[in-house]
């Protein structure tokens, strides 16, 4: 790859997610657009190209096929090439990874990938029913939602196997909660205790709904373009160093090898790193304890390790691997066409040293983790990015 | 550009436009996928990437965020980056598009694009309703479909400035049911009359019912590869020469250039050719008359001359340049999210000869214009995109 085709960062923002009644779509996405704009310090007439993420405006607000053109309009981006994509609760990722996609291809050197959802509707029974589309409905269709049951019966099988504890599960909330109230952005910005996680009301066994992501409302919006076209302002520069994508059930004839870890390979082999160069990492955790899970699958440690690998204290903000420092989707909330900038807003912060309250220690490579929709048991979309930080720490 | 970044279309392949009450959407885009991997001579197992395209799956069959993997799950393609695209009636094109700069970023070698759409159900009320989400629903909820009005305005402005008649309006539609009886994949294959049609139904004055696209089940597959890749069977190459991207309110401060004039520019520029280099166009004829005013856009004659220029036989199979020998929207049936890949299916069978009753004067270059939605009067997206067959005819 020549230096033609390096991407930065060089713009995120965020609306915090929570419930907000009397905003609409076009109102999160607009303060989220106008915040990375400025932090990448251009205007509207600079972008060239935009990616829009909405997973569910079709069936809750009944805004289909030109939704992003329709939020875009509010803020006056016009003329330029807009494509709306969709990935389930990836979908973030997915108009990051497009918005990159553009920029190596050669057809843009500015783009905008925005992502925005609202979930807090006048009947939330329609949120829940909706969200059964992120899988196959021929399939699904009636059953309830089954993400919460797939981490459920993955857990519950590691506690039986006695490589993770019920009491890892609580405290892994605990940091995410802890974490997430140092958060401006984020929904639950309030600390719980162990106790308090366990004793809240049962989802799915062994899960509580402490440990579980909420409905939300937000936005988040990040501008990559080509390296050397916009001026960094004298902040530190964020470069793209892996973007890989992967969906649907594993073609791996043994079955073991999960999308995530297939995406990560391929990733730590495109950016030339290996997992213990990572510095920070928001991951999805849907529900908090699968952070216990993804931590191996992504190589942070040793298939079954997980658990210990969070014990040691690994993960926590000042460790050596933080993960989640944002909160992650349980504390922050999970606006599903939102999160994946949402990871990325937060990495960018971390790498440039601008994260306040939660920054981690001197991170030179952030990867983050985002995985949507359910095809057998498997995730229907995963997207795997590895940002670097350029200049050196001093 | 290098030829390492040269985009071919390895493949295409369709499933009949019309209604099918019997099928369901993942039966009509196996059919497709499966016609264009056989066409591009390959596997499931060659595809490195899909781009799918549907747009009112949402709202019609209540699935959303992971449409594309639902489809491809049935005909075993797993485990490749799928990313769900929509754009209205654009959205065809825009997978085309996306998969194309897959290519040309380096990302993928062989990428699959299909669309797919399923329009009649038990409430066509439903499927009515739908379409108003092409546009701002905050802007048209409740008005009805606009796309018709917008259409019938600009032409009666145009028959009141007397440069064209209503007869050339009944003229292009019999053209184009004409050529669309001699498509075996399109939904209406019966000659008209110029009288038939002036005397079918009033849609919106001076439209009648048989110059407009119908409501349709369908679907389109176009499989793309890097130059070279892939064997072409002995078959003449087809190459992406272009392909432009547009979206939204003209950023145009006079207001007077279209965004399909700004595709279609753009897209002759990175072709390095001429309109009249063109040999045959697909063009986006949701109401056939509209063919009349995308001559002009497209640069296919002068400004005001779109009627003339018809009248020549320019535009007819066996004329200079002609125009929608697919038998177009209006005959061939619009299944909303297919109907870009079917536009890429007829040319590429017209370059490679393919064509039987319907194959024009050995063209050389093909262009299709995709248009969709609305946002104040302009196409929310648009995608134009130059076919050339890079072998001589014998």
Redesign the interface.
């Known amino acids: ?1 020549t230096m033609l ?1 390096d991407v930065v960062v060089a713009g995120v923002g965020m609306h915090p997610f929570g419930r907000f009644p009397g905003l609409t779509l ?1 109102d999160l996405a607009r303060v989220a657009i106008i915040r990375a704009l400025t932090d990448a310090g251009i205007g509207v ?1 600079d972008v060239d ?1 935009v990616y829009s993420s909405n ?2 405006g ?2 809750l ?7 992003g ?2 939020v ?2 509010e803020v006056g ?12 609760c990836a ?1 973030g990722s ?1 108009a990051l ?2 918005a ?3 920029v ?4 843009s050197d500015v783009v905008l990938a925005v992502g925005f959802e609202k979930m807090f509707v006048d009947d939330l029974a329609r949120t829940l029913d ?1 969200l059964e ?6 399939v699904v ?1 009636g059953l309830g939602i089954q993400f919460t049951a797939i981490y459920a019966m993955r857990l519950r099988a590691r506690i039986a196997d006695g490589v993770l504890s019920l009491r890892d599960l609580a405290d892994v909330s605990v940091k995410s909660h802890a974490n997430g109230a140092l958060n401006p952005y984020a929904q639950h910005r309030k600390k719980v205790t162990a106790e308090q996680v366990l004793e809240s009301r049962e989802i799915a066994d062994p899960l509580t709904l402490l440990m579980c992501s909420s409905l939300s409302d937000g936005a988040a919006a990040v501008v990559v373009a080509r390296a050397g076209v916009l001026d960094s302002g004298g902040r530190p520069t964020v470069r793209v160093r892996a ?1 890989q ?8 004839p043994g079955g073991g090898i999960s ?1 995530a870890t ?1 995406c990560a390979e391929r990733a730590y082999a495109e950016a030339a790193v290996s997992p213990g160069d990572i510095g920070v990492a928001e991951v999805h955790d849907a529900m908090a304890p699968a952070e216990l899970l993804y931590a191996e699958q992504l190589g942070f440690c040793a298939p079954g390790a997980g658990a210990e690998f969070f014990r040691s204290g690994a993960t926590e903000i000042g460790g050596s691997l933080p993960m989640n420092p944002s909160g992650g989707l349980a504390s922050r909330g999970h606006p ?1 066409g939102a999160t994946g900038l949402a990871q990325i807003s937060e990495l960018t912060w971390q790498l440039r040293g601008e994260a306040g309250e939660r920054q981690t220690k001197r991170p030179r490579l952030a990867l983050a983790h985002n995985s ?2 359910w ?2 048991g498997e995730a ?2 995963v997207n795997v990015h590895i940002l670097e930080r350029m200049q050196p720490w001093d």
Chains 1, 2 share one sequence.
């Open positions: 790859m085709d076009k007439k190209a997973a569910m079709g069936l607000q009944g805004q289909e096929m030109v939704r053109q329709t875009l309009r981006i016009e003329g330029v090439p807009v494509v709306n994509v969709e990935n389930a979908g997915t990874a497009q990159v996609m553009a190596r291809s050669g057809s909706a589309s992120a899988a196959d409905l021929e269709r973007s994508s992967g969906s649907g059930v594993t073609t791996d999308i297939q599903v949507g929709g095809l057998e229907a979309a």
